[in-house]
């Protein structure tokens, strides 16, 4: 093993083989497929749009997979991936990146799953209200989508990754839904028991945050992301330029 900085592109393309690898013997029942081309979806992955609804909030859906259909008859794997705080859905894995490949939705895709996300209550192009998108609410939006989930996909229960504070909203609702549930994999969470460093820094900022709950998005926040450790070879600046772009 070597340590060290590893370019975001390097372990995107090392995630999708070590973790399609252990998924690989996960095959769920067969269920039925909806596939309309989107565009900027490579030509060899199909890709759907849809609404689902949590009272009378409407949350944006995406899923993604390559045809055709497997000639065993059985249907793919389904990943489905939870975002964090500070980006939607798409900006967070379905990136489009001049150059190289940073879409998590693609890589997983052409491993042979079936790929799908939502934008929380508050972010991309689902219903915008005045929540903060706290993890409770998140884990009602998790719950909405995979209703659409198992309507399309025939499948009740999902491989499921979060990232940040989407690994909490994706643990919080396998606790709540462990049915629902195969592999979880939670990356980048904040520890919040007993004596967290994390939240202790935030206890000392808890009227800044009562205040403000809502994080502030510009450009020189989404650089931080991937220079605050101090390492620029981490990253790629063409990449930090797309997501100060996205949505």
């Known amino acids: ?71 065993d008859g059985k249907s793919r ?31 997983f895709a052409h491993a042979g799953f079936d790929v799908w996300t939502t934008d929380h209550e508050g972010y991309g ?41 989407g690994a909490i909203r994706a643990g919080a609702f396998a606790q709540s839904e462990p049915d629902r549930v195969d592999r979880l994999i939670l990356a980048a969470f904040t520890y919040k028991g007993d004596g967290a460093a994390e939240i202790e820094r935030r206890k000392q900022r808890i009227a800044e945050l009562r205040a403000s709950p809502r994080r502030k998005r510009d450009a020189a926040m989404i650089r931080s992301i991937f220079t605050r450790d101090g390492h620029p070879s981490l990253y790629d600046p063409a990449m930090a330029r797309r997501w100060s772009q996205a949505k």
């Open 125 to 165: 192009r689902s219903t915008h209200t005045a929540g903060n998108s706290d993890i409770a609410s998140g884990v009602e939006d998790l719950k909405a989508a995979m209703a659409v989930v198992q309507r399309e996909s025939g499948q009740s229960k999902v491989h499921m990754f979060g990232e940040s504070s």
């Open 77 to 107: 794997p389904v990943l489905f991936l939870v975002h964090g705080s500070s980006l939607s859905a798409l900006s967070s894995y379905d990136l489009d990146v001049p150059g190289g490949e940073y879409s998590m939705m693609n890589v």
């Open 1 to 71: 093993m070597k340590n060290g900085p590893i370019a975001r592109r390097t372990l995107l393309g090392r995630a999708g083989l070590a973790i399609g690898g252990g998924f690989a013997s996960g095959l769920a029942p067969p269920g039925a497929e909806v596939a309309v081309a989107r565009a900027g979806a490579p030509t060899d992955l199909w890709s759907e749009n849809y609404w689902a609804q949590k009272g009378d909030v409407k949350l944006t859906v995406y899923r993604k997979f390559q045809a055709p259909q497997p000639a």
